[in-house]
């Protein structure tokens, strides 16, 4: 893993993140949608892989009235700003 990192690939942070994102939204596990907001939060470093997911989160979203994943995501993404701001 550190390898990995260490060459500059990022294809293994997308699939452990995309693996999280399935696993809470699944409810394998317990089932959050903060935690798979926030997961699918770390695939915004490469969204054209991911968009047609983002897509139907929206979708999802708007005909439940149901919002958490989207807020884990705006979580992470804010704190990530907020990291890099002050660095």
């Known amino acids: ?12 942070v997308l699939m ?8 809470f939204r ?7 949608e903060w ?3 926030a997961a699918l939060a770390l695939t ?4 054209h892989l991911f968009y047609l997911i983002y897509l139907v989160e929206a979708v999802v979203a708007l005909r439940t ?4 994943v989207w807020m884990g995501i705006g979580t992470v993404l804010l704190a990530s700003l907020l990291f890099t701001g002050l660095s």
């Open 26 to 32: 699944s409810g394998a596990g317990r089932r959050t």
């Open 44 to 47: 915004f470093i490469k969204p």
């Open 16 to 23: 452990a993140s995309a693996a999280g994102y399935v696993l």
């Open 35 to 37: 935690g798979a907001g």
């Open 1 to 12: 893993v550190h390898t990995v990192l260490a060459y500059g690939q990022i294809s293994l």
């Open 65 to 68: 009235r149901r919002f958490g």
